[in-house]
């Protein structure tokens, strides 16, 4: 009688964790492309012939070029009027995607007792996860990992291109202000008043001394937030949710 059950438990889990997965695909190969020079001096050496001084121990050439790419960069400077920055933020990104999406597809290999996975790109690795979602549909814990993950991957990669955090509106006033001002962070999971003007009465709150800040309601105050606002719970918590569906829309 539990396997509709179970199976209704994996199922939306599995389907984010797919929509992710065809996020982080599209806009990895941007992230790569933000370490790349803008602008190359005809002395300067090709990016490809430069290697790290201490490759990875178990990765194939390509895997070490794609996660260490900026220590390709990092220490190099062209001769010439144009130097490429270096960009330390997308470096650090790459080099988080890249390799929690190697201990993903080993740790999935391992959960479904498999080989261990043949060494790939970060691109061949994720179509190989997404490939083994449905074997992983009767461990729960399994599709949730994966989802949590790819998920967390893709919002660093979104951050490192610099992509607007998306903010969705929220029904009702701010108990605050009284203002239709309410605005959900889905990735922060946090509700918000957006009125500069506003301010609470706690005493602790930085929206009283600093006039950047803002009031926030985390999750747990937002059943007193919706009876006191106005706004509806459901809908509340279903625009405040980081939803793979609302990235790949954007």
Do not use: K, Y
């Not at 220590?71 to 995607?97: F, K, N």
């Not at 993950?149 to 701010?174: D, K, N, Q």
Request: charged share 30%; hydrophobic share 40%.
């Amino acid at each position: 009688m539990s396997a509709p059950n179970d199976a209704a438990q994996t199922a939306q889990p599995a389907r984010d964790a797919l929509l992710w997965i065809e996020l982080l695909l599209r806009q990895f190969p941007e992230l790569l492309a933000e370490l790349a020079p803008t602008h190359h001096s005809p002395s300067a050496p090709p990016p490809a012939a430069v290697r790290p001084t201490t490759p990875s121990p178990g990765r194939t050439r390509a895997e070490r070029e794609e996660a260490l790419r900026a220590e390709q960069l990092h220490g190099l400077t062209p001769s010439g009027p144009s130097t490429a920055p270096l960009r330390l933020h997308v470096s650090d990104a790459v080099r988080d995607i890249t390799d929690g999406v190697v201990e993903l597809d080993e740790a999935v290999h391992d959960r479904l007792r498999l080989p261990r996975p043949r060494r790939a790109q970060v691109a061949g690795r994720l179509l190989r996860v997404a490939a083994l979602l449905g074997r992983a549909a009767d461990d729960a814990l399994l599709v949730e990992h994966i989802r949590d993950e790819v998920r967390r991957m893709a919002r660093r990669c979104t951050r490192a291109l610099g992509a607007a955090e998306p903010v969705v509106r929220v029904s009702g006033r701010c108990p605050w202000c009284d203002s239709v001002s309410l605005r959900a962070l889905p990735a922060r999971r946090a509700v918000l008043c957006v009125n500069p003007a506003c301010r609470c009465t706690d005493q602790d709150c930085d929206c009283r001394t600093d006039p950047a800040h803002r009031h926030a309601w985390g999750v747990g105050e937002w059943a007193r937030l919706a009876a006191e606002s106005g706004a509806d719970l459901a809908e509340l918590t279903g625009s405040a949710t980081d939803t793979a569906d609302r990235e790949v829309r954007r």
